[in-house]
Each structure stands twice: as structure tokens, then as C-alpha cells.
């Protein structure tokens, strides 16, 4: 009895040596060129999880779907970090949908990769993630994004746009840094449910010596120093936009538009930005310094939406001629607060709504205006005011009674600028209604 116990308790041992050990977490193993640990264990059929460690092969790589492991099946979820650090061998990736998240520093200084495609349901994009990917020139981003990390693709200097879709709720500080071939960037509006809206943390285009456009397509938050790219020449702004401290500082623009979309214009937003000859603005609130030493600014229109105008957040544009101000109550100035510099309050016309002149007149911020004129608006037809006519004639703006090189400013009908320049050289516009304001004439035409 004792001899058959025996054996019997060999013969477990023999086959308990031959079956495969259970898989568990921390485990590594290879397969097909790459190494893998296993990150979530297999459990009664269900497949468990892996992240690519490291690699053997090299040129264009397909990371697998899923990989044998141990009798069980693994998805491939993640990209660890260091995975694919400083590898000059690989020209492209392209990732499988299980890939939800790309680890710190995974792709760092591949400076022969030329192109990834991320799958469709990454989640996270980690620090450092494809730093100084030198020949990396295109990127798609999925729509279920939400994280992009700090320095995440810093001196990616290939690329020459972006469209980050507004499933991202954070872009971190420095992400796109010293991307100097850049040239243009979308936050574009994919129909994702995103409430909070994207939001753009410090410096995201510093040393983008290249960019030119930045199109807002969908709620964005535009953190303290957000931009930080003097280059930048062009603002598109079509959702809700709030624009922090320092965002746009030193930025090219040479004409601004900011619709009702902008929610709120930070402290020196805007300032130094000494190219910057007219601007359209129609924030809730104006802050501190938002304009100061716009120095070229000549030509500034204020929407009826705007309801206060913080100190000094038109200082030192002294050279503005014509401050249009559409509320007809009066945007709160605190006493004292020198929104506008002596000079544009001496030297610059103010004109305020039909009727409205008065209450300017007795206004703080406002009354110190040596010239405050009152609009005269008009229908379709055209106006005929101090012998200047304004009309349509075969499909052409056409403008009588003003000097050639008199300004005039063209608006679509959501405020954006379409021309402003010499009223003798007005070019043909797209059919549509248009504003055509000069001098104290604001009059509504159809091309």
C-alpha cells in the first residue's frame, strides 16, 4: 500500500514538472523581437496584459495586438517607459488599438523615426514621450486622447502641423517646445463629450520659430504663459476660450479678433505685441495690462459684450486714432484705474452708440476722452453722412466722399476682420453681409 502511494505521488510530481507555471505579474518574456512583462494576469480564459519593454529588431515595427505567453493569451496595453529610448534603428511604429498609454520617455531620441500611428483608443501620451524625434514629421492623433505630458514631443523639429482633438483635457507644459518647422495648430471639435474643455499649460510653443496659425475649434483653457511664440501672426477663435496671463505676450498679430467665444482676457494677455495694428475684442472682461504697449495699435473696437475694462489695459498704445466702444452702457473703468494711456484719451476719437454720448461723457475711464463722437449706423441700403457714400455697386464695396487712404474696416457679420486698410483699394469680397465702418459711419451692406 505504502509503495503505491508512493509511485502515485511520483507520478503527480512528474506531470505538475511538465505543465507550464502560472503566469504572474512582473513576469518578462520575449516574442517575435520584442519583450514583454506582464502588467495584469490571465484569469479563467480572459486574456490578461502586457507592456512592451524593449526590442531586438529594427526599420518599420508593428507592435502585435496580442501575444502567447505560459498557455494564455495577453493583449498589448502599454508602451513602457525607456522602451524604445535613443534607438536610431526604427523608422516607424505603428501601435495596435489595445495601446492606451505610451510610458515616460518611451520613444525618447529615435531620431530616425519618421512616422507613428497611435491605434485608436490611446489614452495617455507620457513626459518626455518622443523628446528630440528629429525626423518625426506627422502626427494623428485619436479621439479617445486625453493626456499629452510635459515635453512629450520638445524639439520634434519635423513636424509642421498639429490637430489635437478636444477629447484632450490637458496639454502639459512644454509639449511641443522647440518644434522650429511648425507652422500650424488645430484644437479641433470632434464631437467628444469634454465639458472641462483643453487645457493649454505654460510655454506648450516655445522656440516655434515657425508658427504661424493656431485655429480654436473647440472649448479651450489658455493657461499662464500658455503660447510663448513670437512668431505666431494668426488667432482663429471659434468656441469658448478663456485666455490666461501672458498667453499671446510678444505674439505678431497685426489685426485681432476675439469674438463673444472669449469668456475672459488675462492679465497682459496680449501685451508687447508691437506689430499689432487693430483689434476687435468682445470678452466679458478685459484684464490688467491685456494690450499694454501694443505700440503700433492705431484702431481698436470694443463689443457690446465687454462689461469691464481692468487698469491700464491699453497703456502705452499711443498711437490709437479711433476707439469704437458698442455697449451702449458704458464698460465699468474704476475710478482711477488709467485703462487708456493721456495720449489716446487726447489725441484718439471715441465713438460710442447712437445716443449714447452722454452717458460716455459722465463715465469713469471714459469722460477723460477730449472727443467722444456718436455712431450713426444704417440699414442695407447704404448711407450717405458728411458727403461719405457707402454702397454696393456690381458686387464691390465702394466708398464716396472719403480720401483714398482714409481707413476702413470690413466685418462679417460674427465680427471677424475681413479688410482693413485704404478706403480706394478695397477688394472684392466672397457674397455675404458685410460691416463697413469709417470714421464715425458704421453701415450694413450685401455683397
Not at 319 to 331: A, D, I, K, M, R
Not at 380 to 397: A, C, H, L
Amino acid at each position: 500500500m505504502k509503495t503505491t502511494i508512493q509511485k502515485l505521488a511520483l507520478l503527480i510530481a512528474m506531470l505538475i514538472a511538465v505543465l507550464p507555471a502560472a503566469a504572474a505579474i512582473g513576469d518578462s518574456f520575449q516574442y517575435e523581437g520584442f519583450s514583454f512583462r506582464v502588467i495584469e494576469e490571465a484569469n479563467n480564459g480572459e486574456p490578461g496584459k502586457v507592456t512592451v519593454v524593449g526590442h531586438s529588431i529594427s526599420g518599420d515595427i508593428t507592435i502585435p495586438t496580442q501575444v502567447p505567453y505560459s498557455s494564455d493569451v495577453y493583449y498589448v496595453t502599454e508602451i513602457d517607459g525607456y522602451a524604445f529610448i535613443r534607438d536610431n534603428s526604427i523608422t516607424s511604429v505603428t501601435l495596435p488599438n489595445t495601446v492606451t498609454k505610451i510610458g515616460y520617455a518611451a520613444f525618447y531620441n529615435c531620431a530616425s523615426l519618421k512616422t507613428v500611428e497611435f491605434g485608436t483608443n490611446l489614452i495617455s501620451i507620457g513626459d518626455d514621450a518622443f523628446y528630440f524625434c528629429t525626423s518625426l514629421s506627422s502626427l494623428t492623433f485619436p479621439s479617445t486622447l486625453t493626456s499629452i505630458g510635459d515635453r512629450s514631443f520638445w524639439g520634434c523639429s519635423s513636424l509642421k502641423s498639429i490637430d489635437i482633438p478636444n477629447s484632450v483635457t490637458e496639454v502639459k507644459t512644454h509639449a511641443f517646445t522647440a518644434c522650429s518647422s511648425l507652422e500650424s495648430v488645430t484644437i479641433s471639435d470632434r464631437s467628444v463629450d469634454n465639458s472641462m474643455g483643453t487645457m493649454i499649460r505654460g510655454e506648450m510653443f516655445m522656440g516655434c520659430t515657425s508658427l504661424k496659425s493656431l485655429t480654436i475649434n473647440a472649448k479651450t483653457i489658455l493657461d499662464e504663459n500658455a503660447i510663448a511664440c513670437g512668431s505666431l501672426a494668426i488667432l482663429n477663435i471659434n468656441a469658448e476660450t478663456t485666455i490666461g496671463k501672458n498667453a499671446f505676450a510678444g505674439c505678431s498679430f497685426t489685426s485681432l479678433t476675439l469674438p463673444d467665444y472669449v469668456t475672459e482676457i488675462d492679465e497682459a494677455a496680449f501685451s508687447n505685441c508691437q506689430l499689432l495694428m487693430s483689434a476687435n475684442v468682445d470678452a466679458t472682461t478685459i484684464g490688467t495690462r491685456a494690450f499694454h504697449f501694443c505700440t503700433s495699435m492705431s484702431s481698436l473696437e470694443i463689443g457690446d459684450n465687454v462689461s469691464s475694462i481692468d487698469e491700464f489695459a491699453f497703456k502705452d498704445c499711443n498711437q490709437l486714432e479711433e476707439v469704437y466702444s458698442y455697449n451702449t452702457n458704458p464698460p465699468l473703468i474704476p475710478s482711477s484705474n488709467n485703462a487708456f494711456s493721456k495720449e489716446t484719451t487726447s489725441n484718439a476719437t471715441l465713438y460710442v452708440p447712437n445716443g449714447c454720448r452722454d452717458k460716455y461723457a459722465a463715465a469713469e475711464g471714459w469722460k477723460e476722452f477730449f472727443n467722444i463722437v456718436e455712431m450713426r449706423e444704417s440699414g442695407i441700403e447704404g448711407v450717405d453722412n458728411e458727403n461719405v457714400d457707402i454702397r454696393v455697386v456690381d458686387g464691390s464695396i465702394v466708398i464716396d466722399g472719403a480720401a483714398a487712404d482714409a481707413t476702413v474696416g470690413i466685418y462679417d457679420t460674427t465680427g471677424k476682420m475681413m479688410y482693413r486698410g485704404s478706403a480706394g483699394e478695397i477688394p472684392s469680397m466672397p457674397s455675404g453681409i458685410y460691416i463697413v465702418r469709417i470714421g464715425g459711419n458704421s453701415v450694413k451692406v450685401a455683397v
